[in-house]
Nanobody, 122 residues
Framework: QVQLVESGGGLVQAGGSLRLSCAAS????????MGWFRQAPGKEREFVAA????????NYRDSVKGRFTISRDNAKNTVYLQMNSLKPADTAVYYC???????????????WGQGTLVTVSS
């Protein structure tokens, strides 16, 4: 079983930037695709972005394309989410997870961590 620890969230004004990190342990990190998800208050958790094992192939939900960038450092067992031009609609708790693919419909493989809260003020 892998443990996932997200960090980097906070309060930012619209148009600002944040960089989220997710440290993974307990599994061979580089053998799995990784993804970021988010859950806004009163809404279901949704896919945000995914990255292939090598980091070459990436996939994003339409609403974040051009603003968010997912990356990974397999030597550090860490995946990142650089978020630019943030909007109030991006306000949510952000989670990372290992995935069985990088498609939007791919499934998370591990127990969810606590996530990190991102709040974007208007």
């Amino acid at each position: 079983q892998v443990q996932l620890v997200e960090s980097g969230g906070g309060l930012v004004q619209a148009g600002g930037s944040l960089r989220l990190s997710c440290a993974a342990s307990g599994r061979t990190f580089s053998t799995y695709a990784m993804g970021w998800f988010r859950q806004a208050p009163g809404k279901e958790r949704e896919f945000v972005a995914a990255i292939s094992r090598s980091g070459v192939i990436k996939n994003y939900r339409d609403s974040v394309k051009g603003r968010f960038t997912i990356s990974r450092d397999n030597a550090k067992n860490t995946v990142y989410l650089q978020m630019n031009s943030l909007k109030p609609a991006d306000t949510a708790v952000y989670y990372c997870n290992a995935m069985d693919g990088i498609a939007t419909a791919s499934h998370a493989l591990e127990v969810w961590g606590q996530g990190t809260l991102v709040t974007v003020s208007s």
